[in-house]
């Protein structure tokens, strides 16, 4: 998708957590997946992050959960699977929130897998947890098989440190899903590490780009946040495109 015309093509898209029929996480609190704040312009994906006017409360899961933010995100409908190559280019906003570009789902006997082609942030603190200070000039990715009723978790992650900040300029994020053990990363069309599977990652995945709160970045009470002062181009992520590849046979 490259992002043209006037409104994110649904038929491709989620932008609503509670609308897709595979994945429904409302958000990290403090900040929910809004949907209003997803549009188009000017060729590119805007995901804005901000401030409610007044607290929301989500029953996804039951007992109601009180947020005070918003980010948004695309969820894919139609499954990622391996032996494809995902890239998307993207400047992330000026913020202390982030996010990223990433596949999830599952399989049999409740099989959990996460595969986090980029995670940052626009902006860290005083109040951000040491190891991730560097975290708005980064691309950290991760391969999970998250604990379910029949594994325990199991975890590999990689990183490197970008010459410019996240949200100084845009960079090509992308991921060769090679076969189930490995897992080729790239920066701006160099791969830049691998990580093998802790486990046999053989299951389609949701792609997903959102922008999202973590507790490890805190924004709540510091003074002069970010998320609730900046302008509309710092409260932005510009998502120029996202493209899938396959790898064939030049004979076939």
Known sequence: DSFEGAEVNKEKWSTDPAEHHRTNWPGRTPAIFHPDYITLENGYLNIEVGKLVEPVLDYTYGDPVSYDYYGAGLRGYKLASQGHYFECRAKMNQTEMGGGFWLAGGGACGISHE????????????????????????????????????????????????????????????????????????????????????????????????????????????????VVSGSQEELTTLGDYIHTFKLVDADD
């Open 115 to 226: 595969i986090d082609i980029t995670e940052s942030v626009g902006l860290t603190s005083s109040r951000t947890a040491n190891w991730g200070r560097d975290w708005d000039y980064i691309m950290h990715s991760n391969a999970f098989h998250h604990r379910t009723a029949c594994n325990e978790l199991d975890r590999l992650s990689d990183k490197i440190n970008l010459d410019q900040k996240n949200h100084e300029r845009f960079y090509r994020y992308g991921f060769w899903w090679k076969n189930s053990q490995e897992l080729h990363f790239y920066v701006d069309g160099e791969l830049v590490y691998t990580i093998t599977g802790p486990t046999d990652f053989d299951h389609p995945l949701t792609l997903q780009y959102d922008i999202e709160a973590y507790d490890w970045n805190p924004f709540d009470d510091i003074g002069g946040v970010k």
